[in-house]
Every structure is written in C-alpha cells, then in structure tokens.
C-alpha cells in the first residue's frame, strides 16, 4: 500500500458547549494510505498567544517571516487629522458649491485656501508650503500649485462674490428676523491700493499706518454671510447704505431688522431704513443725545427707582421711534469708580507740572501746555478740569457740577427702535436684540486673531475683496465647528437667557464648572480652538514601501478617542447642506 505524508499545517478545531463556542488549534499532517486520508495531531498550541499561532500557520505555510520593522520602512508622514475635520465641516456646509456649482481647479484653490485659513494662516506663499507639509493639497488635487495660481483663483472669486453672498443670505436671513451689521478696519502695508486710506483706527493699534475699512452682515446667530471692503478713510455710517441696498434688492428681503451700534445709527440710516420697504432698526443713542433727553424732560431719573428698565416716548426729539431707557447699576459702580481713579491721577499729575512751574523749572505758557496737554491724551478727562495757564502759573479745579450730571447717567444707556411695533418685539426683546450685537463682534475677534486678516499686502482692489471674502468664509467654518465641538472646548454647551434683560449675562452651571476644573463632563482635558487642532493634526497619512521595491501604500494611523469623537460631533452637529 501506497502510503504519502503531507506537510505539517495548524488546523482550527471549533465545538459547541451550550451557548459557548471552543476553538483549538492543533499542529497536524495528512497521511495518505491508499485511497484513505487521515490526520495525524503533532501537538496542541491552542495555549499559545494568537500572535504566535498566526506566526506559526504562516511558517507551516512556507511564508518567509521577518520583523515588521524590516519588511516595510515609512517613507513620508503627513499632519491629516486637522485637514479632514475642517474638510469635513466644509463639504457639509456645502462650501464647494457654494462657491460655484461646477467643479473647476480655481473652485478647488479657493476651498484650499479657504480650509488653510481655518487651520494656519498665513501669506499666500505660506499657503502654497502648507498644501505640501499636510495632506490639504492632495485631497483636493492642487498639490502642485503655486502663488500665481492662488492669485489667479483669487480674481476668480471675487467675480463670484455676490452669488455667494446671494446663496448665505438665503440660508440664514428670514423675512422679518434679526440682521446685525458692524464696521471694522485693518491696517494695510504698502501704499498703492486704492482702498487704503488714513482713517480711524478700530483698535489695531498701529498708528500712522493706512487702512481697509470693511463692514461685516450677520444673521441673528453671528453667523456671516456676507462682508464688504470701503475705503479706509470712509466713516463707519456711510457704510451702511450699501448694505440696506444689498438687503432690499440683492437678496429680495422687503422685511428685516437691522440692529447696528451707536456710531452707525445716526439720523440719516435711522431715516434711511424707515424709508425703505418695511425695514425696521435697533440701535443705541449716544451720551450727547441722552443728556439731551434729560435736558428736555422726556427721561426722569427718578423711574429708576423701582425698575432698572423702562420704554419712553419722546416725539420732539424721535417722533415715530421708540426708545427704551436701562441702568445696570454693576456698570454704574464700575464706571463711577473708573471715574475717581481717572480723575485723582489727573490731578496727581497736574500737580507734578504745578511743582515745576512753582519751583522754575518749567516756564512758558506754550511749554506749559505742552505737558498739560500730555496729561489730557493721557487720561482723557479734560472735559472735567478747569485750567488756567500763564507763563508762570498753573491753576486747576475740578468741574464738580458737571461730574454730578455725568454721574447721575452711569450705568445708564437708551436703546433706540425705529418701524417695530411692541407686538413683534417688546422693551425687553428691543434690548436683547441690541445685545446680540456682540455676536456680529465676535466676527470680527475671529478675523483679527486666529484668521490673521491683518495686516492686508495686496496692491489691487479686487485682490483686498477677495482677501477679506476668504477670510469671512473661514469664519463661517470656524462658527459652525465651534457650535460643533462645544462639549470639547472652553465653550457654553447651553447658554442661557437672563430673565433680566439688562443684567450681564452670565455662564450655565455647567459651563463655569468646565471653566473652572478645565475639564468637560467626560472628565478629559478642555481645548481651545487652536489647541483641538493641534491634538488632530497628530492623525497621519503615512506612505509606506516595502523594503526592496518601489511598491508603496498610504496609510492612515488610527484615531485617538478625542480624534474620533471631533469628527463624530462634527458629523452630528453640522448639517448636510447643499
């Protein structure tokens, strides 16, 4: 009898017991005798580690088994984790046909730069080194692109603007809601486009510096959708005809309610927008103008008495308007007290200057006013000191009854309501409208900070407009993935409305515990905005090559829980948009 034996193989031997299930593994070989084949057992490895068992079915196979680190060798690393998130959120929002409905290199450019904003601002030449140090360029094949092909993706853009903005206002403004609209400027290198101007500085502090005005729509949220380039040295309420236009005849709205700060609703826009369609508007009155009020006796100090808010009429001054009239006695200490302390370091240094000039040192009206006047930049109370000058003498004296009228106004400020009836907002609703100013405020903190919109280099006015319209769109992803990730970051999960419109808000229970261990209800680490993507970006696409061939594979390394959990909030939160 013909007798063969096989080579040796690991066999995997499954039995059943109740509801359990049994694996062995056991080393064997066939034997076959005649026409009959049976299986001879070596011996049982079934008390190996798996690892060792799948090492040892390989070796019985014949496969050659070296060390991991010896059959493959990573050839690049690239930061992804960050660069997926912010994609993500993108194509959620629908960014890609937003910018326009046929897919194109120019398209595909514009969302890169748009998404490097978001993750690492920085020049345009930085941004063509960003698309190759992450994997940004080769998920959206513009790997190879450099910064003429921005710049022209740029032109492409901006002639793309108003459709844009058309396709966010459709999303987000609603007849008869809520639009806020602020005004801010950024200083400007250079001196050639035609935008950049001397004008007032919105708190960049660079002085002597020219600058791009621009002025930023939002919905009722502090979502923006739409933002518009002037020139630097326009003042901010000239700025806000053009967007009462855009509103009307642009995006079709015949019913919306433009809330805007002190310095844009002057009498003029206040006119401008009761003029136009049904437009109504929420905006605040300025010290001059409610001193003013005092003086003609449409406001009584004594109706803050019992109540910290109340709504008054005053037809000689604001015929057809309303205006509601709040005191929040924590910002009338505040001020109070900052008053005293401005006030007695006037005086402290009035007097050095007073010792120099008694002493000699100091002599000559014109060298004396001088170093008053410096006093005066200074603190900024000038308006409260009497002084006389000579060429040898300085006298002041405070002005006590002017400080008692502007004392009796602390804490106290007039909201002003043009074409809204009670019925659709009353007193309290008319305030926390105006409150919600501070949103549209929050716009322009992303686009200064971490979107580094200043300072602007571009020489050509299209190229400024497309500048600041990537810069609002990062904001737009920005808004949206900070909504989304709110149990991760330092951020409100479940902001509350005060029951007192005029009190200052305050954080839920829940956020001021978050505040204050720096820890979210999971018990992990709170994040920044900055900080989260620094944690994602640690997600790589790594190229892999097989020692020995040109063969290579990517591979993506695998999740961290707080990886996973961003993209799965992202996922949840954002909605499908098209």
């Not at 459709?170 to 250079?190: N, Q, T």
């Not at 009239?325 to 402290?348: G, H, Q, Y």
Request: charge should be positive; charged fraction near 30%; hydrophobic fraction near 35%.
């Amino acid at each position: 009898m013909t007798r063969t034996v096989g080579a040796m193989h690991v066999a995997k031997i499954s039995r059943r017991h109740g509801d359990r299930e049994y694996d062995s593994y056991l080393v064997r070989r066939s034997i076959r005798e005649g026409r009959r084949v049976r299986h001879e057992t070596i011996t049982n490895v079934s008390r190996l580690p798996a690892e060792a068992i799948e090492a040892l079915t390989l070796a019985l196979k014949g496969v050659a088994l070296v060390p991991a680190g010896e059959a493959f060798e990573i050839v690049r690393s690239r930061k992804h984790g960050h660069v997926e998130a912010v994609l993500t959120a993108a194509r959620r929002l629908g960014l890609p046909r937003l910018l326009d409905r046929e897919p194109c290199r120019e398209r595909d450019v514009c969302l890169a730069m748009i998404v490097g904003r978001v993750l690492e601002p920085g020049a345009k030449l930085a941004c063509t080194r960003q698309l190759h140090a992450c994997t940004l360029g080769e998920e959206l094949g513009v790997e190879g692109a450099v910064h003429d092909d921005l710049y022209q993706a740029m032109d492409w853009l901006v002639d793309r603007q108003d459709g844009i903005e058309g396709r966010l206002a459709r999303r987000h403004l609603k007849k008869g809601e809520l639009a806020l609209y602020d005004v801010s400027s950024s200083y400007f290198e250079g001196r050639s486009c035609p935008l950049a101007r001397f004008g007032y500085d919105h708190g960049s502090g660079k002085r002597g510096r020219m600058q791009v005005e621009y002025g930023l729509l939002c919905d009722s949220d502090g979502r923006p959708v739409c933002i518009e380039a002037f020139e630097g040295s326009l003042k901010d309420d000239k700025t806000l005809p053009s967007q009462v236009k855009k509103l009307e005849q642009r995006f079709g709205l015949t019913r919306m309610i433009v809330v805007t700060d002190r310095g844009i609703g002057t009498k003029d826009n206040v006119t401008l927008l009761s003029e136009t369609a049904e437009f109504g508007v929420i905006t605040a009155l300025k010290a001059p103008q409610v001193r003013k009020l005092v003086k003609e006796g449409c406001l009584q100090l004594s109706v803050f008495d019992e109540l910290n808010l109340a709504e008054i009429a005053c037809e000689q001054l604001y015929p057809g308007q309303r205006l509601v009239v709040c005191r929040n006695p924590l910002v009338a200490e505040d001020r109070a007290r900052t008053r005293r302390e401005l006030l007695a370091d006037t005086e402290k240094a009035l007097g050095q200057i007073k010792r120099r000039v008694e002493a000699g040192t100091l002599h000559g009206q014109a060298e004396i006013g001088l170093a008053v006047g410096a006093v005066w930049n200074r603190y900024k109370v000038k308006k409260h000191f009497q002084v006389n000058i000579t060429d040898d003498t300085l006298t002041y004296e405070r002005k006590h009854e002017q400080i008692a009228q502007e004392a009796d106004l602390d804490g106290i400020y007039v909201i002003r309501a043009g074409r809204i009836d009670p019925d659709e907002l009353a007193a309290a609703g008319l305030v926390r409208a105006y409150k919600q100013l501070k949103e549209a405020e929050k716009g322009f903190g992303g686009l200064k900070g971490p979107l580094e919109v200043r300072p602007i280099h571009h020489r050509l006015e299209d190229r400024v407009r497309s500048h600041l319209l990537i810069c609002m769109l990062a904001e737009y992803v920005r808004w949206h993935l900070r909504h989304a990730w709110a149990e991760l970051l330092f951020q409100d999960e479940n902001p509350r409305s005060n029951t007192d419109p005029v009190a200052k808000a305050t954080r839920s229970r829940e956020a001021t515990r978050k505040a204050g261990r720096r820890r979210t209800r999971q018990q992990e680490p709170c994040h920044t905005l900055a900080s989260l993507f620094d944690e994602l970006e640690n997600r790589t696409r790594n190229t892999i090559r097989v020692k020995g061939t040109e063969a290579t594979f990517p591979q993506l390394s695998v999740p961290t829980e707080l990886q996973a959990r961003a993209l799965t909030l992202i996922n949840e939160h954002i909605p499908q948009l098209t």
